[in-house]
């Protein structure tokens, strides 16, 4: 049985001969890539919704909490700032959890020493937010954390400030990945650390959290992208990821989230409010 949208496309067919159907999703990209003043405004709400679930997330995080606590916790911030809702399953990973992208299973208590990667997203008014912070669960970052904390974040804004038209994702996650290259920084067997960022620099966060877009389209003024750079160290079961929402100006580019504390002092600060 052919499914009803089918059906429909062969009744036209009947009844119009020359009728036919054609894929425009190719030009429905195209619209949501550039954002107008009225959908940035609803980006900027979502993006305000998940700061608040971040805060709530860092008030909550210490050792002997579930990771879904603070799930909950981040759920309940977003409902309380006017958000319908989450954007995507949230993501709470801690120890080597935190080594997995897209861990949601949420299921794990938190443990003193580990590093507890919070990667979640409100969605207000059908538009995305999308933030990811990384915290110590006792409230400490021990040395080989901030190090390696420090290092993600010097690619995140290497890479922000490479952010503007014409450049492209792929060009920005070179430079995140050359920051990690070059760090004197190296794993138990003497790496260098550009293996562990697995992933790319980012996406655009639009009507879903990964809405269409490509790493090698240049970018334009309206559009907006996450910059997210990580390191995952399964064996020391580490992981950093830091991530924020730019939106593409005409002379470069706007931190939508820059209201949420990042460098690992901040960090720490914001878990002691």
């Known amino acids: 049985v052919l499914p009803p949208t089918h059906r429909f496309v062969a009744r036209l067919h009947e009844r119009l001969p020359s009728f036919r159907v054609r894929d425009l999703s190719g030009h429905l990209t195209a619209l949501r890539s550039i954002k107008g003043p009225g959908e940035v405004a609803l980006l900027r709400k979502a993006v305000a919704a998940t700061i608040a679930g971040q805060r709530a997330a860092a008030r909550t995080i210490r050792p002997g909490v579930a990771e879904g606590a603070v799930d909950g916790a981040v759920y309940a911030a ?18 080597v959890n935190a080594t997995t992208l897209h861990y949601v299973h949420d299921v794990c208590g938190l443990t003193c020493g ?9 969605r207000y008014g059908y538009y995305c937010g999308d933030l990811t912070r990384t915290y110590p669960a006792n409230g400490r970052f021990d040395d080989r954390q901030r190090a390696i904390y420090d ?22 996650r070179k430079i995140a990945y050359g920051v990690m290259q070059a760090s004197d920084l190296r ?32 970018l334009e003024p309206g559009m907006v992208i996450t910059n997210e750079p990580g390191i995952y160290i399964p064996d020391e079961a580490l992981g950093v990821r830091i991530e924020n929402d730019f939106l593409v100006t005409e002379s470069g580019a706007e931190n939508l989230s820059g209201e949420l504390p990042v460098t690992a002092k901040e960090v720490l600060d914001l878990m002691e409010v």
């Open 187 to 218: 794993d138990a067997n003497g790496e260098r650390l550009g293996r562990y960022f697995i992933h790319g620099l980012g996406h655009p966060p639009r009507l879903d959290a990964h809405d269409p877009g490509s790493d090698e389209a240049p």
């Open 151 to 172: 290092l993600v974040l010097e690619a995140h804004d290497r890479a922000a400030e490479a952010i503007r038209p014409g450049a492209t994702v792929f060009e920005l």
């Open 78 to 95: 977003f409902r309380a700032a006017g958000a319908e809702g989450i954007a995507f399953p949230s993501i709470v990973g801690s120890g």
């Open 114 to 122: 580990e590093l507890v990667v919070v990667d979640v997203g409100a």
